[in-house]
């Protein structure tokens, strides 16, 4: 019982909360009981290998013991989506070159529209897309990182970047805008 409630009735926010401040890893566990197939859909998409993502998921659900304590997550879904995301990409950035086993297409969803990116055309993308990052005004470039890598509402940005308002939305409208033009350009 932590917070006078059973483990399995605390909501993502208060499971966290009281793992950092107690550092139980059962409370971990719970997050890892609601989230597994999330993140298993989410590594088996990028890695196309069943063994490769069953073990991604235990490797980022070990980092989270220790990511828990040291970040901030508000939305701990959308966090974990886009860790698992990074950490297949960082994956497939490192063994670059290797061939990857073809998932048979019972494994995945049937989609109706086909991938639009294979992976090595993805990890072309998301290497221009870092050099174009790096080619924007340091106000733009927190904003964006902060708006759309770490999902972070406009108001969180505002506050985290001491930026007012406005001035946010206009460095993520112009960044994005000055993203898409340099990554046509770089096409």
């Not at 974990?80 to 969803?109: D, P, W």
């Not at 294979?118 to 470039?141: A, R, V």
Request: proline share 1%; net charge neutral.
């Amino acid at each position: 019982m932590f917070l006078g409630k059973a483990i399995h009735e605390m909501s993502d926010s208060e499971l966290i909360e009281a793992y950092k401040t107690s550092q139980h890893k059962e409370l971990v566990g719970e997050l890892y009981k609601r989230y597994t197939q999330l993140v298993y859909g989410v590594c088996l998409k990028y890695l196309k290998d069943r063994e490769l993502a069953k073990d991604a998921v235990m490797q980022l659900f070990e980092k989270l013991l220790t990511s828990l304590l040291s970040h901030e997550v508000n939305h701990f879904k959308s966090w974990l989506y886009v860790s698992a995301r990074n950490h297949c990409l960082m994956y497939l950035r490192s063994v670059k070159g290797k061939t990857s086993q073809e998932i048979s297409s019972f494994i995945m969803e049937k989609v109706e529209e086909p991938h639009l990116e294979d992976g090595e055309e993805l990890e072309s993308n998301i290497s221009k897309l870092e050099k174009c990052l790096e080619t924007l005004n340091t106000e733009q470039k927190k904003c964006v990182q902060l708006f759309y890598l770490q999902e972070k509402c406009y108001q969180e940005v505002s506050v985290q970047t001491g930026y007012d308002l406005l001035k946010v939305k206009s460095y993520i409208q112009n960044g994005k805008r000055n993203l898409k033009i340099c990554m046509e350009r770089n096409d």
